[in-house]
C-alpha cells in the first residue's frame, strides 16, 4: 500500500516538474519573440525608410507596448539586454543580406500577419 502511495506520488510530482518545464520552455520562447519584434521594429525604423513608407505610429505603438510587456516579465534591465542583444544580431542579419532584402522580408512577414507597419 505505501509503495503503491509513493509510486502515485513520484508520479505526479514527474508530471508536475514535466509540466512546470514545459511552462518555462513556452514563456522562453514568448519572451524571445516579444524581443525579436523589437529588434525587427528598430531595424525597419533604421534601415527600411530608403525602400518603404513606414507608418511611424503603428511602428513606435508596437515596439512600445512589447517594451511594456518584456519590462513586466524579465524586469527593465534584463529586457533591455535582451535587446541590445537583438538589435546586435538584426545589424548583422541586415548586413549579411543586404538591407533592401532585409526590408522586403519583414514587408512580407508582416504583412502576411496583418501588421500594417509598411504603408505601401
Known amino acids: 500500500m505505501r509503495r503503491a502511495l ?3 506520488i513520484l508520479a505526479a510530482s514527474t508530471l508536475s516538474c514535466a509540466a512546470a518545464a514545459a511552462e518555462d520552455d ?4 514568448t519572451i524571445a519573440g516579444l524581443v525579436r519584434i523589437v529588434g525587427a521594429q528598430a531595424g525597419i525604423v533604421l534601415y527600411c525608410r530608403k525602400f518603404h513608407s513606414v507608418d511611424d505610429a503603428v511602428s513606435e505603438g508596437l515596439s512600445r507596448t512589447v517594451r511594456r510587456a518584456l519590462d513586466t ?3 527593465r534591465r534584463q529586457a533591455e ?3 541590445a542583444e537583438e538589435g546586435r544580431r538584426v545589424a ?3 548586413e549579411a543580406v543586404g538591407a533592401e532584402q532585409w526590408c522586403a522580408d519583414q514587408r512580407d512577414i508582416l504583412n502576411t ?3 500594417r507597419v509598411f504603408i505601401d
Open 73 to 75: 516579465a524579465v524586469g
Open 6 to 8: 509513493l509510486n502515485t
Open 92 to 94: 548583422k542579419e541586415i
Open 113 to 115: 500577419d496583418g501588421v
Open 26 to 29: 513556452k514563456r522562453t520562447e
Open 81 to 83: 539586454a535582451a535587446i
